[in-house]
């Protein structure tokens, strides 16, 4: 590999030898491969989801087009719309939440409290763990057997219910707040991060200003790390739309088919009832969400730095 | 007269300013003690019952005084419990991941820093079109990309294999990694490049005498980000193998949700930490790392 080097070392004038020239395509080479796999993973994935889902495969995929019927099917599925409305649902609370959890905490710690950095491993933890992992474990806390139930009337108080997961008008509940539980550290860290941005000559001037801590806060801080909200709200979506392993391990998908979602729904019918081109459909119709989140996040964000150039520069 | 007046109020001042800082220190602890609380009582609950005697447990309740010790649940839960027919633990589930996980990081980190590094300093007409593609894998569900893996797979006789799910999470992460390594080297001066390039290094050169010693920061994020990832994941585990072929997140699912085994509390119990472990363990030895892969991205 040094070889490379060694041409380029000795200035040889006369004409450019196999080495030079091997040496000038060597980025190239390099990086192909990559971006041959990627290219073939996002673009030829997609687009050969996307047919499958207007093919008429079954068990197996096949290839004979029959135009949008999948998706009508999709759409006439009372599954699917459990789904689809679980997910609107499920990710304005699990968003909304997270982040304001998520803020608490990272305004909390910014107030220079002792040991900041065991309270941001204690808020963080979570999210090394798995969903698996989370869900498997708060599926016994809300166990009415041995769970939180059983602790509560341990005391005494012998008709006390607690059955987040055993009732299918509030199992959708337990879901948000175990994802709550585990995401709203990784917003405390996004938001603690920008709380620690802010200038501190402008906090400063406000408070020589006699403004007061809350005054601060709203005023100034906040605002300045606006753009943070958006990015975090946008990652929070995401997590929201590929929910898939908290609700097969927390309540897997159940009790009936209450806590269906989307990524679910996706991996029933491809794999446990053999409707492969419902399924794909189902797939293309989560693609369209995230598309629906991240375009206008992605145009947004061309435009502030648009803006900001043309400020600066 | 006038002055100890004016002493007097100010006195009174700083007293309501010092009660209200106090009570103001004091929320803000209470605040922080009650959240923790709720952070760790899950690990608590975990914890503790891979310690009690079943019987206990289906006594007093899983969220209880821990009132008998055993640690009999680990070794079973490791290697004689059954999980989906088979009666030897997760062990083997274990391995899988590890086997899995271990080589997937390595090389979708080194190609990461390997293509961040072509798109950074050795830049081409195009190259930034190319990495905008690139990153669009980041944002993709899995879900779309299930059929498509599952023919390759097939085709390329990786179908129940590690090797198999190891090629799905190099591609996967290929995107990943290579946005952060090219975000991160954008940062090292090209002049640097320069330089080395009048002296006549060339591309391997300059990546190994300048550019890898400049860039633990990055490939401790891109490693500790991951082997969480990989080692976490389900989806693709689930569906591309199955029994003792699995990673553990699947055969965990499997344990906690078979009715069987639904209420072998302290082996399930066992089963998780020992599957939550590793990940963790590179959290807390990474986690200030951990903190910044994660900040780095969105806050910029």
Known sequence: MTLFAKTTTAMEPEAPGWRTRLAAWTPFLVIAPSLVASFVYVFVFCGWTLYISMSNSSLLPSYGFVGIQPYIDLWSNLRWKIAYSNLFFFSGFYVVLAMLVGLALAIAIDQRVRGEAIWR???????????????????WIYSPDVGIE???????????????????????????????????GF???????????????????????????FRIYRKIILPTIAPIFVAVAVVLLQFAIKTFDLVVALTNGGPGISTTFPANYVYDLMFQRGQINIGAAAAVMMLAALAVVLVPYSLWLVWRRRKEGRAYG | ????????????????????????????????????????????????????????????????????????????????????????????????????????????????????????????????????????????PGQIALMPWAFVLGHLHLSNTIQGLILIHCVQGLSFTTLFCRNYYISIPDDLVKAARIDGAGFWRIFYKIILPLSPPILIVTVIWQFTGIWNEYLFGVVFTDGSQQPITAALVALATSQMNARAYDVTGAAVLIGALPP???????GKYFVRGLTQGAVK
């Open chain 1, 121 to 139: 491993t204690i808020f963080l933890y979570p999210l090394a763990v798995s969903f698996v992992v989370t869900g498997a474990v708060w599926r």
């Open chain 1, 150 to 184: 059983h602790f509560v009337r341990g005391f005494g108080w012998s008709d006390f219910t607690f059955r987040l997961t055993t009732d299918r008008n509030l199992a959708i509940y337990a879901i948000i707040a175990t994802g709550v539980w585990q995401s709203s």
């Open chain 1, 187 to 213: 917003a405390m860290a996004l938001f603690l991060a920008g709380l620690r941005s802010v200038d501190p000559d402008l906090v400063k001037a406000a408070q020589i200003d006699g403004a007061s801590r």
């Open chain 2, 1 to 140: 007269m006038v002055d100890a007046a004016y002493e007097a109020e100010y006195l009174a001042a700083a007293r309501t300013e010092a009660r209200r800082y106090a009570l103001g220190r004091i929320g803000v602890y209470a605040f922080l003690t009650v959240f923790a609380i709720i952070y760790l009582f899950p690990l608590f609950v975990v914890v503790a019952n891979s310690f009690r005697q079943l019987p206990e447990i289906t006594r007093n309740g899983l969220i209880a005084f821990p009132r008998s010790f055993s640690f009999e649940a680990w070794p079973r839960a490791w290697a004689h419990f059954c999980v989906s027919g088979a009666c030897a633990g997760i062990h083997r589930n274990f391995y899988n991941s590890l086997m899995m996980t271990v080589p997937a990081t390595l090389i979708s980190s080194l190609l990461g820093a390997l293509n961040g590094y072509v798109l950074s300093k050795w830049r081409f007409r195009g190259s930034e079109l190319l990495f905008v593609c690139m990153t669009l894998g980041v944002f993709m």
């Open chain 2, 280 to 286: 963790l363990l590179i959290y807390f030895l990474g």
